[in-house]
């Protein structure tokens, strides 16, 4: 099975679980693509070089200044730490960000107004992923792209969420799982629900359910899932060598459905074996 995996920050400080999950997952056959934002490093840099974060809407205001930083971060000291580190635990891997055979570019994103170098992707190229997933390599792709005909502009940043969908509809990904530091998606009562549609999604935000993070995780999963409609789309937990396995199955997480009721096409004994 093809999977593309997304991770925040908050895993990227110690990759080795994750590297270990993928490697778990890679062992009983599956290919994996590994899309990683790293919010909680430009922060940290941005720390130290003394400078004030500010937000629209939740996404970084990206001057040219931020953007030199989210180059130097995201695709120079967090991309080359996770291959080190999934390198060392026998797994395989390539860094790429959008530049590499320009595998994703970017537009300036229209809203919010006065996010400055924060885009949203144009279009992709996958034949560089479709070779390196041929050679049993495992891509770590950074969210960050140029602008095609902008050779002046500095690299845009893009939402690690939001890249998911194109990627994973360019290369035909069959499962696509955002994992994070929660269990999945949380009712009124604090319980993880199982499967979420678009309607209980809109229900859960208008009454303040479903907020502050967990926002654009909903948004991005219900944007993969019209991408990818026959594919398993879940946000569930980053925690342990089995992760992506343990994600795969059910129970674990939680599903986007397209309507109430429905169940994935995909019977439990495929979901935990090769393609």
Known sequence: MRILVKIGGAHLNDASPIAQAVGAARAVGHQILLVHGGG??????????????????????????TARLVTAVLGGEVNCEMVKTFCAQGVPAVGLTGADANLFSAEPRQSPKGLGFVGEIRSVRPELLETLLAADLTPLIASIAPRIGASKDPFYNINADEVVGPLAQAIGAQAILFLTAVEGVQNAAGKTIKTLDKDQARDLTEAGVIKGGMLPKTRAGFAALDACPDALVKIAPAMGPESILAALGEGTGTSFVSRKNSAQSFPTSALGAPS
């Open 40 to 65: 909680d490093q430009l922060r940290d840099w941005s720390q130290r070089l003394g400078r004030d974060d500010q937000y629209v809407q939740g996404l970084r205001v990206t001057d040219k200044e």
